[in-house]
C-alpha cells in the first residue's frame, strides 16, 4: 500500500467516533478473511493478548469509553514491559561482555598480571 493511501486513510479514521472506528476495524477484518492474498503480520504475544481483551470487552458489550481506558492502560503496561525488556537486555549484554563473550570487535577484560609463586622453587635438575 502507498505512503499516500495509508495517510488518507489514517485522517479518514482520525474524523470517526470511536464505535464507528471499531465498525471499520470489523468491515476490514471480514475483507481480510474473504479477500486476503498473504498473511497479516503476527502481533506479538502481548498484542495478541490486548487484542483478545479488547474483542471479549466489545463483545460483553461495554461502553467505548471503558474500552478505551483499558486499552490505555494495557498500552501503558506495554511501554513498561518493553522498558523492562530492554535494561535487562542491557544487562545480559555488560554482564556477556565483562566475562569476555562480548560484541565482536570489544576489547577482551582486562586481566590482572600474573602473581608471582610463592613457596620453594620447583625441583628439577640443577645448573651444569
Keep these: 500500500m502507498n505512503e499516500f493511501l495509508w495517510k488518507r486513510i489514517e485522517r479518514k479514521l482520525a474524523a470517526l ?4 472506528v471499531y465498525q ?5 477484518e471480514f475483507l481480510e478473511s474473504r479477500y486476503a492474498s498473504q498473511e497479516a503480520a503476527a502481533a506479538s504475544p502481548f498484542q495478541k493478548l490486548a487484542e ?3 474483542d471479549t470487552l466489545r463483545a460483553g458489550r461495554v461502553p467505548v469509553t471503558a474500552i ?6 494495557m498500552s501503558a503496561a506495554s511501554r513498561l514491559m518493553g522498558g ?4 535487562g537486555k542491557a544487562v545480559v549484554d555488560e554482564v ?6 562480548g560484541p565482536r570487535g570489544a576489547e577482551p577484560p582486562k586481566s590482572a598480571p600474573a602473581a608471582e609463586p610463592k ?3 620447583p625441583a628439577g635438575p640443577g645448573p651444569a
Design 17 to 20: 467516533p470511536e464505535d464507528r
Design 96 to 101: 556477556t561482555a565483562a566475562a569476555g563473550g
Design 119 to 121: 613457596g620453594p622453587p
Design 52 to 54: 483478545k481483551v479488547e
Design 24 to 28: 471499520v476495524l470489523d468491515y476490514v
Design 84 to 87: 523492562i525488556a530492554a535494561a
Design 68 to 73: 478505551r481506558s483499558t486499552m490505555d492502560a
